[in-house]
């Protein structure tokens, strides 16, 4: 009778056992499943700033409230210098390694960079539609 006690305790434990393996072998798949596209991430950003041409870093969050006021103003940006400028957001939330990367210490933080990639120009907080526009312009962006 108590060899069955201990043989149920036992399958008791391996069956525990095994649904712990299982949890951490789908943990695994997931967090493998899920690095492709944090490498994809770290891949798109790579590029940054735009060799060849003037970039605009705009690094916030998406549930940042100056950074919201931004957004439609960062589209418009992105419209209107199609081609002549780059106009990039960054949610530091999401990609923290960016902030880190570019010396994020408050958002909205925008960074200028010149053709050859130098930072020119670093800005915090909302910046408005006509200050982007006229460092642009300085920095010789028609």
Same mark, same amino acid.
């Given at each position: 009778?108590?060899? &069955?006690?201990?043989?149920?305790?036992?399958? %008791?434990?391996? +069956?525990?056992?095994?649904? $712990?393996?299982?949890?951490? $072998?789908? %943990?695994?798949?997931? !967090? $493998?499943?899920?690095?492709? *596209?944090? @490498? *994809? #991430?770290? /891949?798109?950003? %790579?590029? @940054?700033?735009?060799?060849?041409?003037?970039?605009?870093?705009? $690094?916030?969050? =998406?549930?940042? +409230?100056?950074?919201?006021?931004?957004?439609? +103003?960062?589209?418009?940006?992105?419209?209107?210098?199609? &081609?002549? !400028?780059?106009?990039?957001?960054?949610?530091?939330?999401?990609?923290? /390694?960016? !902030? =880190?990367?570019?010396?994020?210490? *408050? +958002?909205?933080?925008?960074?200028?960079?010149?053709?050859?990639?130098?930072?020119?120009?670093?800005?915090?907080?909302?910046? #408005?539609?006509? !200050?982007?526009?006229?460092?642009?312009?300085?920095?010789?962006?028609?």
């Amino acid at each position: 009778m108590l060899t &069955g006690i201990i043989k149920a305790e036992g399958a %008791s434990i391996v +069956i525990i056992f095994r649904k $712990l393996t299982i949890f951490i $072998l789908l %943990s695994g798949l997931v !967090a $493998l499943l899920d690095m492709p *596209a944090a @490498l *994809a #991430d770290v /891949e798109k950003f %790579s590029n @940054l700033p735009v060799k060849g041409m003037v970039t605009m870093i705009d $690094l916030g969050a =998406k549930k940042c +409230i100056p950074c919201k006021m931004m957004a439609p +103003i960062l589209e418009k940006m992105e419209k209107q210098f199609d &081609g002549k !400028a780059a106009i990039v957001f960054i949610d530091v939330w999401k990609h923290n /390694e960016q !902030a =880190k990367r570019f010396g994020i210490r *408050a +958002i909205p933080t925008q960074i200028f960079f010149n053709k050859d990639g130098k930072e020119i120009y670093r800005h915090v907080g909302f910046m #408005d539609e006509t !200050a982007i526009i006229n460092q642009l312009k300085k920095m010789g962006v028609d």
